[in-house]
């Protein structure tokens, strides 16, 4: 059974000693590994159906395209814009692609979007699924013998983990045009040498450290959004601070993950 219920832990014991916010935590990591665990399961032994995915898809992806774009765009142009400005007064502002491009793919493209999409995608996965638990439609799905979990965790879950990579590869090709825009009509740089600039230091394994950062960003928004959906309490209210914490969470979590993921794919290479 999976509900407010199965996903929380009872405290007790020398639990009661801990801090209420500590215990707290340990009780959402706990509560989290369990449901990610249940949808892999459930994900293997009986897969969702298609329709289910395909709508959870078109609303990770298609619907999050415009917000990760203008978010790409006009990062590109102003790490273009202040570098560019910069490293003119040394006489450097032919190796402002190679900068602007590097960071865009290893760094600031997969954080940027993995932030749109845990506070856009995250916080609407919170809010239906916490809607639907404090109106008890859950356990109406429940009662009838349907999973929660395969109907309503694995679809979210399964769309932005495909979603956000491939949303990650477009912001950062986003984010590439508008520093070479940048380059062209502030920065006096042509197209072509922009471009080459940047291929000539850009690497295969840049590409995939980015992507492998958005799979786990994917991750972790998926589980944190479903986990506090579906362990709402406390009526509409409830439902408004946990699509807050889920925001909260799941930006603080990126942010975090992604230093060590960034030591862990140094050492990797």
Known sequence: ??????????????????????????????????????????????????????????????????????????????????????????????????????????????????????????????????????????????????????????PRLLAVLLMLPVLTIIGDLVGVLGGLLIGVTELNLSAAFYVNSLLQVLLLEDVFSGLGKSVFFAYFIGAIACYEGLTVTGGADGVGRATTRTVVAASITVLVSDFFLTKLFMIAT
């Open 1 to 154: 059974m999976i509900g407010s219920e199965a996903l929380r832990t009872p405290t007790r014991g020398g639990r009661a000693a801990l801090p209420a916010g500590l215990v707290a935590f340990f009780d959402a990591v706990g509560g989290i590994a369990f449901l990610s665990g249940n949808a892999l399961r459930t994900a293997i032994r009986r897969p969702p159906e298609w329709r289910l995915i395909s709508e959870q898809l078109e609303q990770v992806g298609w619907r999050s395209l415009s917000i990760v774009n203008l978010t790409a765009v006009f990062t590109g142009m102003v790490l273009s814009l202040q570098l560019g400005s910069y490293l003119a007064r040394f006489g450097a502002k032919m190796f402002v692609s190679r900068i602007v491009g590097v960071s865009l793919v290893r760094e600031m493209g997969p954080v940027l979007t993995a932030l749109m999409i845990g506070g856009r995608v995250g916080a609407g996965i919170t809010a239906e699924l916490g809607s639907m638990t404090v109106t008890d439609q859950v356990d109406a799905i429940r009662a009838l013998g349907a999973s929660p979990v395969r109907n309503l965790v694995v």
